[in-house]
């Protein structure tokens, strides 16, 4: 039903992205755009309201209700606060407050002057006590494992040119190969934190009380804020765990992946349709997973292809009064290299600032980078330095921060992680390796440029030894790999450690391919659909369980992969309990392979389908189809809650009436009704295919519905429920929009004339017993009825219903004339003639007696028909003699007997009222009178 508008033209406007829109809607939802807390002043003032409020309602006699609006400030505030006071507690940023001039060639080259250590200029340092008196908190010193390792002399970095590789990359070996180096230098001393000439990072960088926070609104992306928060690279992942589960509510609705974004920070040259490939793949991945975006978050290179990419599949959804993003973009930059830093420090810090950012800028070699603005959080990693990329302390947090991510619950979140590797420099392949020696997958995008290239290059050539198994590349690949290599990075492996960096490099580069089944090259040029890729680097993962392989094919729609990997494992069980969530997926993704797929290996549906069940099914579906819910409010009304008697309401509006006992004990729960309403969710349905068959009709699941139509049991009976549904639905829409549902009203009545048909070609007694059939659901009432009361005229036109309704209307007769009708009523002695054709429906079977033949015709329905038409035309006679010729002071016998006679006819109207099949007065008063001849009574 997609692409129908409503007729109301004010609620068009808000509407343009959903499918099927209906003419009435509530109140829409509107986004709230205020998170600050509210000052002491504000909440004296909101008090003084509340009283003014409470004490103009008691004048008038409306009593002293909660003063609504106030409460949910309070609520706001509240949880402001909560968030605020958890950031101050838990998170720390780090400062040089001792500054030492760094006095190297390498500084020499940077555009800053006379940079210290930790890369700031002596104007940009603080001591303790200052900071302290500045922001009025307590100061945490920065304690290392290692103090020796961290001290640094003018002299000794002066005499050491070999401090730019070791700055370049924070491995073990480099650390060691650091201390021996600084251990060998003769003017070094023992370090002294007090002395001026020595800067050590355990006495330099001191732990403060974090001070930036908020949210960031960027002037290239007006859509919503970015929320961030300056904090430590040595923070507790708990801590960062909670803050972003709890008050930034990231895992709303839960993520199933997450994709570690790993590339370059220049820039580089991709050709527009590679872009949009890439593009398209990674959105694509992200939305069938709710998937984070893990990337460094600047607005450079590779980062930001990736917020191109997360601008144009960026959208919203509703979460009780606000709208929120559907993608999560999570940037986990350094503080020390973000541009414009200074104006992300809180000027307040009571509360949440909100600060404009330009992104926007020209960006400098050397240079801090700027922040992405199309990401929608920003975790700012502050290790104490400035203006230095690639710092040990970053890739430590981003290590730790990941793990958190996959381990499993309580302790983390159990998220798995695909590494996704774009162009990128040596730092992003040694992030590959980490990533590899983790056992996390990755995935090369080969096409992009320099290491992603040579990765891909060095993955498609590795061979196998059938002796040792070992992974190796022959020695010609091995000189093109250098020769890329040295085309790629030549400034780097220039100079006096060229050499040794450019061995460190080609092990990096056989550690990656060691893992080859982690990692997956996509060839972007050659190849399409990026995120069936990631979707086979995630089922290549050692970790990965069956379960959770089968859970993440479901969400790619792979049922290809799932036949292969999944179900031909021999080691693979379907047990119903563990592939319950798997299951449900399937049905709200309408993925009909997979459901097919799981109950061919012998996956029950019956056990599956508790009263819980179906209602998730319903409350989920209504967030990707929210015309069902707007149904339900029109034709039941607003709840809080929807269960499944709301459901069971709705039913009867479009079938008049319908009964089921789990349906109907669904409610809402209470204190006093809570157990009574928890035992009645376990119990299971009798026919799930039928339930699931109504379920996928009014969730407007177009891919399951002819599956559990034929699964249903009662084909017949849920082809005419579907066709009433539509009819219903035709109320609702312009008649320009209503292709669709013509359609599919026409699809499932033509399936049950069909029906029809053949059962009447196959047995004439058996094709009119299906038009007589009961449905006990919708109020034990026979198809024909139902058609009926809800307009199938298509139906009610087939051969089969028209020879029932023909035989209906002379019901024992095989035939009779108007004539022999007429004679009867005069003379009813005339039934015992020989001109009248009974059926034999004797007590034996056989011929009649007279008194049964009597009971038989006035008992037919076309003789009371006549039988009425002669008494009306009489009525009116009388009516009209008496109102022309006998209307006097007294009363008549004439009009004592149309007094009588309009009673009847009253009575009559009320028993033609009271047997409509609705439930309540007023709905059966409303149903009668939808007939043009039953208003013509009036």
Known sequence: MNGLTNENKDDEDQRDSLTLKPRSRRASIVESLCETVMSGSDEKKADVNEYQWRLQRKKIGLGEDDYDITKSNRVVETNTMCALNFVKNNFKRKECTRYVHEDTEWT?????????????????HQNSKSIESENNLPSFTYSSEDETNNTITEKSVSKSDELIELLEYGDTKTANLKQDIISKGDDIKKPDSKSLGIWTESSAIQEFTTNAYGQIEFNDNLLKAAKYVRLSDKSSMSSVKEYIVDYWKLTNPKPHLALSIVGGAKNFKMDGRSKEKFKAGLIAAAKATNAWILSPGTNTGAMKLVGEAINEGQFLFAEGSKMRRGLKALGICSWGYT????????????????????????????????LNPHHTHFLMVDDGYSYKYGQRGIRTFLSNFEKMLMDPEPKGLGIPIVTLMVEGGTDALFEVKESLVKGRPCVVIDGSGRCSDILAYAHRNATTDSETGKITLKE???????????????EKLEGKFGDKRKRKFLNWIVECIAYSNLLTVFDIDNEENLDKKILM???????LSLHSQMYF??????????????FKNRSFVMKDAEHYEVMKQSLLLGRLSFVELMVMNGFCLRKFLTVKTLRELYIESMSEFPQLKWQIERHVGTSDTICLNSIHQYLVSIMKSHRHQLYQHDISPSEVNMKWVNANSLKTFDHPCYELFIWAVLSNKSSLRDYFWTKSGEPLCAAIFASSFYEMMKGYYKLSDLTEINELQSEYLEKSNSIMQIAFAKDYDQGLSLVEKKCDRFGDRSLLNISYYNDLKPFLANQPCQRFIRQTWRRGFWKIDSWQIMLTLLCPLFVMTSSFEFIPLGDDGGMLTPCQKLLVFFQAPIVKYATYLIGYSLFLLMYTSVALFSFEWQFQTSEIILYAWMIVLILDELRDILVQPYSGILQKIRGHYLSAWNRLDL
């Open 108 to 124: 020499a080259t940077l555009p800053r002057d006379k940079p210290c250590f930790c890369g700031a200029e002596e104007r940009e």
């Open 537 to 543: 680097a995630l089922l290549s993962a050692d970790d």
């Open 476 to 490: 010609g690949h091995m000189k093109h790999i250098e020769n890329m290599l040295c085309e790629n990075f030549s």
């Open 553 to 566: 094919s479901v969400i790619w729609d792979r049922v290809d992969i799932a036949e292969e990997k999944i």
């Open 339 to 370: 541009h414009s830093k200074e104006d992300l420090i809180s000027r307040n810090m009571s509360t949440f600032q909100s600060v404009r950012y330009d992104s926007n800028i020209e960006i400098k070699p050397k240079e801090p980078s700027p």
